[in-house]
């Protein structure tokens, strides 16, 4: 089945620094499945970052990027530079049409920022 | 706030009884997901439906679990006995469309003792 792999546990970055948060995903069909951010702030429930649904394409959203690039079959989450509020736990996520568009999540990535 | 409504926030039951939590999908929403996040923050699609029709299902939910969509009223999540691996934080998101972007609601964190 589709699965979703992202970089585990917590990140700690100072605020103004860069991010990088890795995701690899693999997808059961031949087509190009749908990719997602996905973020949980505290106290708050789980909403959409940001999405691509075609391959190449990049994705942005409150300073976040993010490229479909399937040949790595990769949707990294960069910010040039972070801020206390971004700290959360960020998901990333696919989608595939024969699949019913039910979502297959990573396990998570908590982002404490350093003020 | 988000726009989808699960009650209760928190539910707590022992061993074999049953617990029953509801959603109410965003205003125009006919598609209604319900996801399982275990402590490990893994996550398990349970079911799915569009208006009142069930789309699919995972086995486990087909036998322990019971779901329904009805018109007019809130989609609700019951399950018949419940086990101590049940306790998770249950998630709703419903679309207007299935391929179209989900809104989640806030969840129900149940605790089976």
């Known amino acids: 089945g589709d699965s979703v792999t992202q970089t585990e546990g917590q990140v700690t970055v100072s605020e103004s620094k860069s991010l990088i948060i890795n995701c690899t995903y693999s997808a059961t069909s031949i087509g190009y499945p749908n990719l997602f951010w996905y973020v949980r702030y505290p106290g708050e429930g789980l909403q959409l970052l940001l999405k691509?649904?075609?391959?190449?394409q990049k994705g942005s959203s409150r300073g976040f990027e993010a490229t479909y690039n399937k040949e790595a079959t990769s949707f990294h989450l960069q910010k040039a530079s972070v801020q206390e509020s971004d700290s959360a736990v960020y998901y990333c996520a696919l989608s595939e049409s024969n699949m019913g568009y039910k979502l297959t999540f990573g396990t998570g990535t908590s982002l404490l920022v350093d003020p | 706030n988000s726009k989808v409504i699960q009650t209760p926030r928190y539910l707590v039951k022992g061993q074999g009884q049953k617990a029953k939590m509801r959603c109410i999908p965003e205003k125009g929403h006919p598609v209604v997901f319900w996801y399982q996040q275990n402590k490990n923050n893994e996550f398990k699609f349970l079911i799915n439906?569009?208006?009142?029709?069930?789309?699919?299902q995972i086995d486990m939910t087909e036998k322990r679990f019971s779901a329904e969509c009805p018109s007019n009223s809130p989609c609700s999540l019951e399950i018949q006995s419940s086990e101590a691996g049940d306790s998770a934080l249950y998630l709703c998101a419903s679309s207007p469309t299935g391929d179209s972007d989900y809104t989640f609601g806030s969840g129900t964190r149940l605790l089976v003792i």
């Open positions: 691509v649904i075609t391959a190449g």
């Open positions: 439906f569009q208006n009142q029709e069930v789309l699919q």
